[in-house]
């Protein structure tokens, strides 16, 4: 069973800075290992969808949200099979939950970032930005 659990959300000031993590575990029924998935972090806010603002694979590739390009960095310990997403800068509109999710769909189609391609969610986690 994958298990994917989200951590380090906040209340931060605005130009402030916020670290989350994301532990992913397991495999799946057909005995695939959470090590081979690729792995994203989403964000929602209360009446909308969510979006995704960036993903990494096994192999590096990577993406971003125009929005967060420039602001957040993600990056991938794949012997721990964690991932992290630093936050600088943040902006009032990041305030959302944020969600770390896994999919065994690679390259572009994970890059495109459609929550429907992502079968596993962690919790979420608060972010807040506001003075």
């Known amino acids: 069973q994958i298990q994917v659990m989200d951590s380090g959300g906040g209340s931060v000031q605005p130009g402030g800075s916020l670290r989350l993590s994301c532990a992913a575990s397991g495999y799946t029924v057909t005995g695939y290992p959470v090590s081979k998935a690729c792995l994203a972090w989403f964000r929602q806010t209360p009446g909308n969808e969510r979006e995704g603002i960036a993903a990494?694979?096994?192999?590096?590739?990577?993406t971003y949200a125009e929005d967060v390009k420039g602001r957040f960095t993600i990056s991938r310990d794949n012997a721990k099979n964690t991932l992290t997403l630093q936050m600088n800068n943040l902006k009032p509109e990041d305030t959302a939950m944020y969600f770390c999710?896994?999919?065994?769909?690679?390259?572009?189609?994970?890059?495109?970032?459609?929550?429907?391609?992502?079968?596993?969610w962690g919790q979420g986690t608060q972010v807040t930005v506001a003075s």
């Open positions: 990494m694979d096994i192999d590096g590739m990577n």
């Open positions: 999710a896994a999919t065994f769909y690679g390259g572009e189609q994970c890059m495109r970032l459609w929550q429907a391609d992502f079968g596993y």
